[in-house]
């Protein structure tokens, strides 16, 4: 009867586990959806990848970090710099966006009247 119980609150705690991973894995694609989702994130990730098997070896030698990890480390803090940077565009004008839905980055010009 015991090994029942174990089994449910086991079963129930693997559910709640796997939904969260599932809710937080959808907030985030809405995340790089909205602010990532171009050229540049293609380039950036096919980039990083040859960069870290070029130099897995070198690497690993002088940082004891998997290299999978640092792969998702060095996306996410691309993914951070991003939003931040699209932020601060928004927030003081900077960003011109087309009709295709991305945006153009451009200082824009304050003119006197």
């Not at 070896?57 to 691309?78: G, Q, R, T």
Request: proline share 2%.
């Amino acid at each position: 009867m015991y090994w029942l119980i174990v089994a449910i609150v086991m079963g129930i705690l693997f559910i709640i586990t796997g939904l969260l991973i599932i809710g937080i894995g959808y907030q985030v694609g809405k995340i790089y959806r909205k602010y990532c989702w171009d050229i540049i994130s293609i380039m950036v990730a096919i980039t990083s990848t040859a960069i870290v098997i070029y130099f897995g070896e070198w690497i690993k030698s002088v940082i004891p970090i998997n290299l999978i990890v640092l792969l998702l480390l060095v996306y996410v803090v691309y993914i951070g710099i991003r939003c931040y940077v699209k932020k601060t565009g928004e927030k003081s004008g900077d960003i011109i966006k087309k009709n295709t839905g991305r945006c153009l980055y451009l200082p824009v010009l304050k003119m006197k009247h």
